[in-house]
């Protein structure tokens, strides 16, 4: 299933997801993390095709809104990234987050809707 994120804030916004990735994470916690897209006010991005029904995800607005949750910990630095969950990270510049559940519900294609908070 393809996963798709839209941002429907008035800033543009960073995301960094969590997928399952049992294949290429294997010895390093079965779970892939990736980021950083930029999504533009009111635009779109095609981030994943699995067929996990969950996936997780981060994103921070430039101006300060969060979306963050309990799923993790994921260590990310300010550069784009691609590696597995339990790989870790000693560099005093990493950031470590928790992630947002997403649940597709097995569907062909799932949009993720970023909305601020009301």
């Given at each position: ?13 960073w995301l ?10 294997r010895d ?91």
């Amino acid at each position: 299933m393809e996963v798709y994120f839209r941002n429907q804030t008035s800033s543009g916004l960073w995301l960094a997801i969590m997928y399952f990735s049992p294949d290429s994470c294997r010895d390093l916690g079965r779970w892939g993390t990736r980021g950083w897209w930029y999504i533009d006010p009111g635009g779109e991005l095609y981030a994943l095709n699995t067929s996990n029904r969950y996936a997780a995800y981060y994103a921070e607005s430039a101006d300060g809104v969060v979306w963050a949750g309990p799923y993790g910990p994921v260590y990310v630095h300010d550069e784009a990234f691609d590696h597995c969950y339990l790989i870790g990270d000693n560099n005093p510049n990493t950031h470590i987050l928790g992630m947002v559940l997403l649940d597709t519900q097995n569907s062909d294609r799932h949009y993720e809707q970023l909305a601020p908070p009301e």
